[in-house]
């Protein structure tokens, strides 16, 4: 089914195996909207849902609007939807808004549009979700904490609108 060579192959399931059963950043955070510290970072949460396979994640993102300052969830699901809600706090934690909003393009169109993967250097370890493609089923199982992740992300836009985060389905997307 797979053109993928074995060593991609066998990176991919070590990776996803290891994540899927040792998550990281697997916590709650406070995100009652207060901003803390004398940066005003505020953290944001929201709930995503995935009917196809029944993954439940809350995504927590702490911001200052400038840099994620610290990135977690809670959830339960499949293996592919934790390793990917798990390695998406691991590579995201610590970076600038600006670049996770370039990591999080490439990510899912890698997952959702054409036939080759687009320039997976610039995804680093999360380009092994490329495989995940050859299961359509299980595409959204791993999409789905970067989906709750953009509807965060736009709250971030806006500091001062304190904008509802309503909750996410991947039911319509892709
Ligand atoms: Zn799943």
Request: with cysteine; charged share 30%; hydrophobic share 30%.
């Amino acid at each position: 089914m797979s053109g993928k060579s074995g060593d991609l192959r066998s990176l991919y399931q070590s990776l996803i195996m290891d994540h899927g059963k040792n998550p990281r950043n697997k916590r709650p955070m406070n995100c009652d909207g207060h901003p803390e510290g004398e940066h005003g970072a505020q953290c944001r949460c929201t709930d995503g849902y995935n009917p196809l396979c029944g993954d439940k994640l809350t995504l927590y993102v702490k911001s200052d609007g400038e840099t994620v300052e610290d990135i977690s969830f809670e959830g339960h699901g499949c293996a592919i939807f934790t390793a990917s809600s798990s390695m998406l706090t691991e590579v995201l934690k610590g970076r600038p808004v600006a670049e996770i909003r370039e990591i999080a393009e490439k990510y899912l169109t890698m997952l959702t549009e054409g036939e080759a993967t687009p320039d997976p250097e610039g995804l680093g370890k999360l380009a092994v979700f490329g495989g995940v493609k050859d299961f359509p089923t299980r595409v959204k199982c791993a999409t789905l904490p970067w989906r709750a992740l953009e509807v965060i992300l736009e709250g971030v836009d806006d500091q001062d609108s304190a904008a509802e985060s309503a909750p996410i389905t991947t039911e319509k997307e892709i």
